[in-house]
């Protein structure tokens, strides 16, 4: 008798376990396309399934997740996007600008929702910033750049000269560069910005600010950001600041400060936009940062180093 109990009650393990698993393959697919493993982008992953969750998306339970990333390789991009298109997803999520201008090219019959970046009307991705293009949407990171330069003064009352690295492939970089130098030009101001064609290229490259700026700034470049090492390395040794758009480098006291927008916040903004799909199956215009998405965090040992202010609404890091 006991054996027959003990066999009933594996069979039924297996039978549920089955019909479980049946049941999790027929669930709605959001694939969210990455370009690699950072932590702007883990937060911006973060924001969606925040969202999601809160309007009552769980995961594995109504909804399921296929999420990939190249590892930062532009090679891997369409065999990234050919492999969750072949899952059937109600949605896909494209994250940087080189998975979403791809994708943009190889998807028609899927809803694009773009994250993390900076202007998709000079990435190709929109033809209005305010309004959908056939299929795609999305969420932009786009920096107040004026309001940065404004903390940057706060904290380096006589800094007139911005450095800028930008990669010569990377369309966001592009965008990047013409919007500082157009915040920079209204707080009179100076860019000196050098073109990197290379990741590798960045240690040699970083020589060319030696001497000649206040400050470097580092952007969400995709290619850029992946350097940060290399490039707080550089500074360093020239004795040059460096303000990054994202916090974390600030949190681990690697860089003087940041003023960004809070990927989080990105995440959850792609997420509403997602929401919309699954239960309307509408695509809303996209969504760009105001400035309550912005935060600003400072080093307490790295201004002690350079001897420089801390401003009253920064988030100090001891």
Do not use: C, W
């Not at 709605?28 to 969606?48: M, V």
């Not at 000196?192 to 600010?209: G, T």
């Not at 969400?220 to 004795?239: H, N, R, Y």
């Amino acid at each position: 008798m006991k054996k027959l109990l003990f066999t009933f009650a594996i069979l039924s393990i297996a039978f549920i376990a089955f019909f479980k698993s049946k049941e999790s393959n027929n669930l709605p697919i959001i694939a969210i396309a990455n370009y690699g493993p950072h932590s702007s982008l883990d937060d911006t992953i973060r924001g969606i399934k925040k969202e999601l969750e809160s309007k009552g998306y769980q995961e594995n339970q109504n909804i399921k997740y296929e999420i990939i990333d190249v590892g930062f390789d532009t090679s891997l991009i369409p065999q990234m996007i050919t492999t969750l298109k072949s899952h059937n997803p109600k949605v896909m999520v494209v994250m940087t600008t080189p998975v979403a201008q791809f994708a943009k090219n190889a998807v028609k019959d899927i809803p694009l929702v773009f994250a993390a970046i900076t202007d998709p009307v000079s990435a190709g991705l929109l033809k209005e910033e305010k309004k959908i293009d056939k299929n795609m949407t999305g969420a932009s990171e786009r920096q107040d750049l004026i309001s940065f330069l404004d903390f940057s003064k706060k904290v380096l009352p006589n800094s007139k000269r911005v450095g800028v690295l930008y990669s010569t492939a990377e369309s966001n970089d592009q965008a990047l560069l013409k919007m500082m130098t157009e915040a920079a030009n209204i707080k009179n101001m100076e860019v000196i910005s050098v073109a990197v064609d290379q990741p590798r290229d960045i240690q040699m490259r970083m020589q060319s600010f030696r001497d000649k700026v206040d400050f470097i700034y580092v952007g969400t470049s995709g290619p850029i950001q992946p350097t940060l090492p290399v490039i707080i390395a550089e500074a360093d040794k020239m004795g040059i600041p460096i303000f990054n758009a994202d916090s974390e480098a600030v949190k681990k006291n690697q860089v003087l400060a940041s003023f960004g927008v809070d990927y989080q916040q990105v995440g959850v903004n792609a997420g509403e936009l997602v929401t919309r799909i699954l239960k309307d199956e509408i695509l809303l215009p996209p969504i760009y940062p105001s400035f309550e998405d912005h935060s600003a965090f400072i080093s307490k040992i790295k201004a002690m180093k350079y001897n420089v202010s801390i401003p009253s609404n920064a988030i100090v890091v001891e």
